[in-house]
């Protein structure tokens, strides 16, 4: 199966990434036989359809970064079938299997679930980025939360992609070109990913998952073509109860008690989900820290003198995550709310459009039947400004009781 399967409904900028990783491998090989590159292979990256620096774009779920890791399989692909025509990617040989999988020396792949990546991480990346590859073809960074460098961070990257050590690529995602500072997304070739068709998601959960056939239909559907969030409503059982109680969230705020009570359920809905990952993750992280400073064992195990401070940033670390644990929940939460007054809206219009929440219509039409458009509209703006609220800092609860005043107001 080739790297560029799992690309769902991309197919240009499949094709675009194929050609330039076989204008890639052209020049490597030309390296290789000790050979002048404007023999074998493009006179330079400039002439050919590969370079140094490469931006994903698209909206969430529409396969950014793995797009960014098929790539980055391809480039370090070494089967054989090159040398007969074939073109790079083809998803068994050793170099794009463990690309693939994550364990390639020359390919690092960064992703973070903090608020932000700081100036450290990314001269870290730097210094990495300088090296030759250790054993493949390329050395290659995938950062696939470019939108979440800081100021500082952005800065520090410029100067390795306006100046990229040789046989070094960077693969940068984002959801949009404004994500990023202009002085990078200047110095990269951009390919924009568009959201999948909802029947291409469904064949893809059908064929990778082994998802039944209406199930696979109603989790692309809901989640509007999102893939990891259609992938996790089809396997989860806890994601779709989460679902179900959200989108009963329209019929509860009828007086001002009903509103109050539901935001605390959502924000205790996000809060259970930051501890569902802190009990998995935390007290792993925790033990393993503890184990390489030499700690005694048990929780209770006294630390050696003068490490308390790399817990304490350990800890720190853990409560940011959290903190974005919980923002991505509501943040899913929200989203399911538009959905659904979207679904309000092409009622009320009478527009032949598929809905997305096909399984609760009768809740659908119940709400279209009791209002208007005009009010439709507004409550879909005040789902978006408690979006904003939360992306400002906002305290979570006063968000999002906010909105749910404003969805009684209409």
Not at 44 to 51: C, D, I, L, V, W
Not at 172 to 188: G, H, N, Q, W
Not at 196 to 207: F, G, I, N, W
Not at 296 to 311: D, K, W, Y
Request: aromatic content about 2%; proline content about 4%.
């Amino acid at each position: 199966m080739a790297v560029w399967d799992d690309l769902v409904g991309q197919e240009r900028v499949t094709d675009q990434l194929a050609a330039a990783a076989r204008d890639a491998d052209a020049l490597v090989t030309a390296e290789e036989a000790g050979q002048a590159a404007s023999e074998a292979a493009p006179a330079s990256m400039s002439a050919s359809r590969m370079t140094h620096a490469w931006l994903f774009t698209g909206p969430p779920g529409s396969g950014r970064s793995t797009a960014a890791r098929a790539f980055a399989a391809a480039l370090q692909c070494v089967s054989p079938d090159r040398a007969l025509g074939g073109t790079p990617g083809c998803g068994f040989c050793d170099g794009c299997h463990t690309t693939l999988v994550g364990t390639h020396a020359d390919v690092e792949v960064v992703r973070t679930d903090l608020l932000s990546i700081g100036v450290k991480e990314t001269r870290d990346l730097v210094r990495r980025a300088s090296m030759s590859p250790a054993g493949g073809r390329w050395q290659v960074i995938v950062l696939e939360d470019a939108d979440r460098l800081t100021e500082g961070a952005g800065n520090v990257l410029l100067k390795a992609v306006e100046e990229p050590a040789p046989r070094t690529v960077w693969l940068l995602c984002a959801p949009s070109i404004e994500d990023v500072l202009p002085t990078i997304r200047s110095r990269c070739r951009l390919l924009t990913l568009r959201t999948p068709a909802t029947s291409a998601v469904a064949d893809m959960l059908m064929r990778r998952d082994g998802i039944e056939p209406a199930a696979a239909a109603a989790a692309a559907r809901a989640t509007q073509g999102h893939i990891g969030r259609a992938r996790r409503l089809a396997t989860d059982e806890r994601a779709r109860a989460r679902r179900a109680a959200v989108l009963k969230l329209p019929l509860r705020v009828d007086d001002i008690g009903g509103c109050l009570k539901a935001a605390q359920e959502l924000i205790d809905a996000a809060g259970e989900d930051a501890k569902q990952v802190a009990e998995e993750v935390d007290t792993k992280e925790t033990e393993e820290l503890r184990a390489a400073l030499g700690a005694a064992a048990g929780t209770g195990g006294r630390l050696p003198r003068g490490t308390a401070g790399v817990m304490k940033d350990l800890q720190d670390r853990q409560k940011r995550r959290s903190t974005r644990t919980q923002r991505d929940s509501l943040d899913l939460a929200l989203s399911d709310l538009t959905g659904f007054y979207r679904d309000v809206l092409a009622v009320q219009l009478g527009t032949a459009s598929e809905l997305a929440n096909e399984d609760v219509r009768d809740s659908v039409q119940r709400i279209a039947g009791g209002s208007t458009p005009e009010r439709t509209l507004r409550r879909i703006e005040a789902v978006l400004a408690c979006r904003q609220a939360l992306d400002r800092n906002v305290a979570p609860l006063l968000a999002v009781e906010a909105m749910t005043a404003a969805l009684r107001a209409g």
